[in-house]
């Protein structure tokens, strides 16, 4: 096996968090993998047993009950959740607070994060983002769900759509315009913490996706829910840039995602060229099969090289957002090319719902469209390229 | 309460044998701490602790190995999983068997004098099951194996160690410092009663898991290096292995069509009629 399963910076101290994560996953998550995705759920309780391993807390400050680390160490947890948990939506899910603390923790006051960030990192309280809406979602700046004030209170109408763990959120950080001068644009924009069971806050789907089925995704719904001020994450228009902020350690670590799916759909498919065979010989003895796995295996290690070297500049602060947005899309098209090839692989066993990279397959279709879809990372590349 | 305990590293049970000529070849092992003594560092943390969280410590536990400098990742991880310190003693596996090990760890106790000496029942290598008994042996001091819970009781001064046997529970109480080492029901939620934690109280089943603070805090706890000559122990083997082999491969199995062939296949190829 030459194919380098960890990230080149990781440390003892990686190896030994990267063992905790592997023995959760290994035993937690993948024995049920299949049935949570036929489920549609998996359960809350997963929740606890994820912060009891030390999942949750990796990468936030230990003041704020994290267990500390940077993206480096939150890349390693992204890649042992998902290769050796062997469901993507389960992974996605118990880390959607990855996409939704930051925000409180970057713009938040003491009195917030101490309020808002131990529950969940607890996993007594589930946290969600909630961005994109009906009518707008790459374009960030079209968001209309509105905010206004009244009194110690904004009144919030308006819904949220493709929201993970919506369903389930106990508290969700929301883009609202609190700005009705829409020609302000993004500049409107201002980011609340909405607690569950506030009046007029309903999930009010749950919806069905082609993947990630093990993952809640809900479209939610505000009408005249009274939000008080004292949930508002910094100043009025400071949503945009918290959010664009936000962004780069969320592409990255879909991109890590990617990684470990491909990683997953390779092996599956070296373990069934081996076993199965076909005119008197195993797949793995015919050369077209064996040169398809190395094509794959070619994909995935420059893209684990770069997803790492970026990971170690960002949390030093070094990485343009047009690298990161780079990388998401080599990430993506690789992971998208690498599942393909896998079930092609299988033949009909790869069409089969009981086969796994048959649902890496349909998994990985979201890696270009969630976090920023494909064509606007080439938006922001060609902005920094200057053309 | 004073508890030492002791690691030994394994291959990855998981992991393909390889033979090497007549010996094990085990340059490509990937080496992980015996589970029963993963095991023993759990019990003793249960032991030292008083259920609350973040808990507070009574006593001290320290984890003792012998082997090569890469034995100090087995001891991190013991110490991640929050025992106080550890001790290495320089080793090279192919140089130990067990009655040097008892007698190290003799030497250890003799210097150390811990209230009690946690051990895995048998490391899952070679499963010798052997260390335990001969260092209680060697101290004088009354044994438990294979313990199924451990309850402190009479004020700290004994154990009441629960041994599961063939037609239920054997409770033994033995009397502190003792050489107590654990099966692996150990992990079970209530299976460690120290006194001080509630009756009910129960912990998450398995060892506890490393959080990447303990991780990082396992960095700065010391770990000792010592020698088995600095120790005074004799480094002659007492057991040599003279070789090594496979088991042999498993044949694929037969169909047979009738009872009458059954029988005289088991008479004349399995020959046991």
Same mark, same amino acid.
């Given at each position: 096996m030459a194919l380098p399963t960890t990230y080149s910076f990781e440390t003892e101290e990686h190896a030994d968090l990267r063992r905790q994560v592997r023995r959760f996953a290994e035993q937690q998550i993948a024995p049920h993998s299949h049935h949570w995705d036929e489920a549609e759920e998996f359960p809350r309780e997963l929740y606890r047993e994820a912060a009891a391993a030390g999942v949750l807390g990796v990468s936030y400050p230990p003041e704020l009950g994290g267990a500390g680390g940077d993206l480096t160490h939150g890349l390693v947890v992204a890649d042992a959740l998902v290769y050796h948990g062997r469901s993507v939506g389960t992974a996605g899910s118990l880390g959607s607070h990855a996409i939704s603390l930051p925000l409180i923790l970057n713009l938040g006051t003491t009195a917030q994060k101490e309020q808002h960030i131990p529950p969940v990192l607890r996993g007594e309280k589930i946290a969600a983002l909630a961005i994109t809406e009906p009518g707008a979602g790459s374009d960030v700046a079209s968001l209309s &769900?509105?905010?206004?004030? /009244?009194g110690d209170h904004y009144i919030v109408n308006g819904s949220k759509i493709f929201i993970t763990s919506g369903c389930r959120a106990d508290l969700v950080v929301v883009a609202v315009r609190t700005n009705p001068d829409r020609s302000l644009r993004h500049l409107g924009l201002t980011l609340l913490v909405i607690e569950r069971n506030t009046p007029g806050f309903v999930a009010s789907r749950k919806l069905k996706k082609t993947g990630w089925w093990s993952s809640d995704t809900a479209e939610l719904s505000f009408s005249d829910c009274r939000v008080p001020v004292a949930n508002r994450l910094g100043e009025e228009g400071s949503g945009f840039f918290a959010i664009i902020q936000n962004f780069a350690a969320e592409r990255l670590l879909l991109a890590a995602q990617c990684v470990a799916v491909a990683q997953l759909a390779y092996d599956e498919s070296v373990a069934y060229a081996k076993t199965r065979e076909a005119f008197g010989k195993t797949l793995s003895g015919f050369q077209v099969t064996r040169h398809k796995l190395a094509d794959m295996a070619t994909r995935i290690v420059p893209i684990r090289s770069l997803v790492g070297d970026l990971a170690m500049r960002l949390a030093r602060g070094?990485?343009? =957002?047009?690298?990161?947005? =780079?990388?998401?899309?080599?990430? &993506?098209? =690789? %992971?998208?090319?690498? %599942?393909?090839?896998?079930?092609? +692989?299988?033949?009909? =066993?790869?069409?089969?719902?009981? &086969? +796994?990279?048959?649902? +890496?397959?349909? /998994?990985a279709r979201l890696f270009p469209i969630g976090a920023g879809t494909r064509e606007i990372m080439n938006e922001i590349i060609a902005r920094a390229e200057g053309y | 309460m004073k508890i030492l305990v002791t690691a030994k590293r394994i291959p990855d049970p998981g992991q393909k044998i390889k033979l090497k000529g007549n010996a094990l070849d085990l340059s490509a092992a990937n080496w992980q701490l015996n589970q029963f003594d993963e095991?023993?560092?759990?019990?003793?943390? $249960?032991? #030292?602790?008083? !259920?609350?969280?973040?808990? #507070? $410590?009574? !006593?001290?536990? #320290?984890?003792?190995s012998l082997g090569p400098a890469d034995v100090q990742q087995q001891l991190r991880s013991a110490l991640a999983m929050g025992a106080d310190k550890a001790i290495r003693v320089e080793a090279k596996d192919e140089e130990l068997d067990a009655v040097i090990v008892a007698k190290t760890l003799e030497k250890l106790v003799r210097r150390d004098q811990p209230d009690l000496v946690l051990m895995g029942k048998l490391a899952a290598d070679n499963e010798g099951n052997d260390v335990g008994q001969r260092l209680a042996a060697l101290l004088g001091w009354p044994q438990a194996t294979f313990a199924c819970s451990i309850q402190v009781v009479d004020g700290g001064k004994a154990l009441l160690v629960g041994r599961e046997v063939d037609n239920g529970v054997e409770i033994k109480k033995v009397r502190l410092p003792a050489v107590v080492t654990v099966d692996l029901r150990i992990i079970a939620p209530q299976a460690v009663k120290n006194g001080r934690t509630a009756a009910n109280f129960a912990y998450p089943e398995g060892p506890r898991y490393a959080s990447l603070k303990g991780i990082r805090a396992a960095k700065d706890k010391p770990i000792e290096a010592l020698t088995l000559s600095g120790l005074g122990v004799s480094t002659a083997l007492q057991v040599k292995t003279h070789g090594s082999e496979l088991p042999p491969a498993r044949q694929a199995g037969k169909k047979i069509a009738s009872v009458h062939e059954l029988v005289e296949k088991l008479r004349s190829e399995a020959k046991v009629l």
């Open positions: &769900t509105s905010a206004v004030r /009244d070094q990485a343009s =957002m047009a690298e990161v947005a =780079m990388a998401k899309n080599a990430a &993506t098209d =690789m %992971c998208s090319f690498v %599942c393909d090839q896998a079930v092609q +692989l299988h033949g009909g =066993m790869g069409y089969m719902r009981e &086969t +796994l990279v048959e649902r +890496l397959d349909r /998994d | 095991y023993a560092v759990e019990a003793a943390l $249960r032991l #030292t602790e008083d !259920g609350a969280a973040p808990a #507070t $410590r009574q !006593g001290a536990v #320290t984890v003792a």
